[in-house]
């Protein structure tokens, strides 16, 4: 006996003005691309308790390392890679370099994705 899925159309109809509608508003491919890498770069959870940790205040190099209990050398990496992806960026205060988030948009991301999954 044949398993009957209830999460699909029980009968073939295509509605062709939704699909022009969302056709004409959804984004273009290369910018679809750089949304799933971005998604990517939010994926890795050390990345993610950087942005965190970032999001409450910015913060040395060393003091993410002691903060997350990590490498200095590793956070280096992962900033490299956040800086890349713009999410991070830097400024230097004599000796020592300070991370905080590129901009708002980093933060209302990090937020919106906290309340989906508190939820």
Known sequence: MKSVSNDTCKVECIHKDKIEKVRASIPDKNTLYHVSELFKVFGD??????LSALFINE????????????TIS????????LRH???????????EVIYMLDDDHVGKILDMAIEHIKE
């Open 59 to 70: 913060l040395c190099v060393c003091d993410l390392a002691k903060l997350l209990d990590m």
């Open 85 to 95: 992806s713009r999410l991070v960026k830097f400024r230097k205060q004599g000796k």
């Open 74 to 81: 590793a956070v280096s990496h992962q900033l490299r890679v």
């Open 45 to 50: 959870a050390t990345r993610t308790n950087i």
